[in-house]
């Protein structure tokens, strides 16, 4: 079992930046994918960015919306993966969620599928205003 612990949420003015973290804890060795999924209200969570993590690798991939603004980054000393979110657009206003799946590793459209994520974090919420 593992933890998912997400922070670093909070206002913003558009074209702002936030960098968002999420602390993983409990059974973190091993290979895995770690995600960042957003879901505004009265939508459906969607997909923004993932990465393989591994003792080396750590390839990455972004929904459109998101490309050349987000970068997710990993610190495998602290287990903790980030969002640094650049450019920020009112439409970018959502609830932030981390995300785990041990079917490792993914690319491409096949990071988007949060089915086969297992473990989530609580959330932190992101609001950008114009």
């Known amino acids: 079992q593992v933890q998912l612990v997400e922070s670093g949420g909070g206002l913003v003015q558009a074209g702002g930046s936030l960098r968002l973290s999420c602390a993983a804890s409990?059974?973190?060795?091993?290979?895995?994918?770690m995600g960042w999924f957003r879901q505004a209200p009265g939508k459906e969570r969607e997909f923004v960015t993932a990465?393989?993590?591994?003792?080396?690798?750590?390839?990455?991939y972004y929904a459109d919306s998101v490309k050349g603004r987000f970068t997710i980054s990993r610190d495998n000393a602290k287990n903790t993966v980030y969002l640094q979110m650049n450019s920020l657009k009112p439409e970018d206003t959502a609830v932030y969620y981390c995300?785990?799946?041990?079917?490792?590793?993914?690319?491409?459209?096949?990071?988007?599928?949060?089915?086969?994520?297992?473990?989530w974090g609580q959330g932190t919420q992101v609001t950008v205003s114009s």
């Open positions: 409990g059974r973190t060795f091993g290979s895995y994918v």
């Open positions: 990465i393989n993590w591994s003792g080396g690798s750590g390839s990455t």
């Open positions: 995300a785990r799946r041990t079917d490792y590793p993914c690319s491409g459209y096949g990071c988007r599928d949060k089915s086969l994520f297992g473990s």
